[in-house]
Nanobody
Framework: QVQLVESGGGLVQAGGSLRLSCAAS????????MGWFRQAPGKERELVAA???????YYADSVKGRFTISRDNAKKTVYLQMNSLKPEDTAVYYC???????????WGQGTQVTDSS
């Protein structure tokens, strides 16, 4: 069993930055792929960024060049640095873990990111 706890969400003006964190406990963190998803009101959940156990990364086109995913295996934490935020980035952001890209088994409870402009 894996538990994931997100933090770092909040209100931010357009153009601002936030860093989300996801702390994991349970099974060995370093062997798992990690992903950040988001779900805006009235929209489906979408994958924003992912990082493999080896450090390879994936980004949705909508966030390329603005968001950076990283992981600290010693701290069992994955991060999402979000820069140049836009109103359309407003959503609940979820952390997920799995054995590989696209095979996410465990989910956090989500953290809200809201444009305050």
């Amino acid at each position: 069993q894996v538990q994931l706890v997100e933090s770092g969400g909040g209100l931010v003006q357009a153009g601002g930055s936030l860093r989300l964190s996801c702390a994991a406990s349970g099974r060995p963190f370093s062997t798992y792929a990690m992903g950040w998803f988001r779900q805006a009101p009235g929209k489906e959940r979408e994958l924003v960024a992912a990082i493999s156990s080896g450090g390879s990364t994936y980004y949705a086109d909508s966030v390329k060049g603005r968001f950076t995913i990283s992981r600290d295996n010693a701290k069992k934490t994955v991060y999402l640095q979000m820069n140049s935020l836009k109103p359309e980035d407003t959503a609940v952001y979820y952390c997920a873990s799995g054995s590989s890209y696209g095979a996410y088994e465990y989910w956090g409870q989500g953290t809200q990111v809201t444009d305050s402009s």
